[in-house]
């Protein structure tokens, strides 16, 4: 038979390893949640756990609603005035074309569809919407035609500079609301989600000068 020390011993040593047991299984556990928090957290706004594909200009990126082929992009700067602040713009040329096989209707680009991504956690910029045929902001896109040629614009700080910039492209849903009694309405596009980041290497322009 075991002696009581002995047994005092094995008592000892099986809660010795059932408390590391339970400290590597709450270390594991922690681990796995902050996996998943940087999963679930990432979205587009930075690049470790991103969602959605990271792709170079020039690309072509298709959303269901519109098809982009992003080209370029400029940093505008305009010198302080006598008169007026300097100011600083984000110009991201492409081309569009309407490919909304759902309702065949004409539409702009609106300017939540397009997203300038800053980085480091600051909040997604929106764009003034889609200009096309020599700055037409929010010209309608017809269902059918060739590509326009269009350009977005995204207010930036003064002495905003970057080597690269990141554009994030959203997709409408074509989807129903959830009407009253069980009743479903008309489908619409709906609820944009992110669909792309591309990112552009930009050139940058002083406004007034020869580009």
Same mark, same amino acid.
């Given at each position: 038979?075991?002696?009581?020390?002995?047994?005092?011993?094995?008592?000892?040593?099986?809660?010795? =390893?059932?408390?590391?047991?339970?400290?590597?299984?709450?270390?594991?556990?922690?681990?796995?949640?902050?996996?998943? &928090?940087?999963?679930? $957290?990432?979205?587009?706004?930075?690049?470790?756990?991103?969602?959605?594909? $990271?792709?170079?200009?020039?690309?072509?990126?298709?959303?269901?609603?519109?098809?982009?082929?992003? $080209?370029?992009?400029? =940093?505008?700067?305009?010198?302080?005035?006598?008169?007026?602040?300097?100011?600083?713009?984000?110009?991201?040329?492409? $081309?569009?074309?309407?490919?909304?096989?759902?309702?065949?209707?004409?539409?702009?680009?609106?300017?939540?569809?397009?997203?300038? &991504?800053? /980085?480091?956690?600051?909040?997604?910029?929106?764009?003034?919407?889609?200009?096309?045929?020599?700055?037409?902001?929010? @010209?309608?896109?017809?269902? /059918?035609?060739?590509?326009?040629?269009?350009?977005?614009?995204?207010? &930036?700080?003064?002495?905003?500079?970057?080597?690269?910039?990141?554009?994030? =492209?959203?997709?409408?849903?074509?989807?129903?609301?959830?009407?009253?009694?069980?009743?479903?309405?008309?489908?619409? @596009?709906?609820?944009?989600?992110?669909?792309?980041? %591309?990112?552009?290497?930009?050139?940058?322009? %002083?406004?007034?000068?020869?580009?």
């Amino acid at each position: 038979m075991e002696s009581l020390d002995e047994v005092i011993d094995a008592m000892i040593a099986d809660r010795v =390893i059932h408390r590391h047991r339970r400290i590597w299984l709450l270390l594991i556990a922690l681990v796995v949640i902050a996996a998943l &928090v940087v999963l679930l $957290t990432g979205g587009w706004k930075k690049k470790e756990g991103r969602l959605v594909p $990271t792709l170079d200009a020039p690309v072509t990126v298709t959303t269901d609603r519109f098809e982009y082929t992003f $080209t370029k992009a400029e =940093i505008i700067k305009k010198p302080k005035g006598e008169y007026s602040d300097a100011e600083t713009t984000l110009k991201v040329y492409f $081309t569009a074309k309407n490919v909304d096989s759902e309702s065949y209707e004409s539409e702009s680009i609106s300017g939540q569809l397009l997203r300038f &991504v800053p /980085g480091n956690g600051a909040d997604l910029i929106k764009s003034n919407g889609g200009s096309c045929r020599g700055d037409h902001l929010n @010209w309608p896109l017809v269902y /059918g035609l060739p590509p326009e040629e269009c350009s977005t614009k995204f207010d &930036v700080d003064p002495d905003f500079t970057a080597d690269e910039v990141e554009i994030g =492209i959203l997709a409408e849903q074509w989807k129903s609301d959830s009407g009253t009694l069980g009743a479903q309405e008309d489908p619409y @596009w709906q609820d944009p989600i992110a669909k792309a980041v %591309v990112r552009l290497k930009p050139t940058v322009v %002083v406004d007034g000068e020869d580009k």
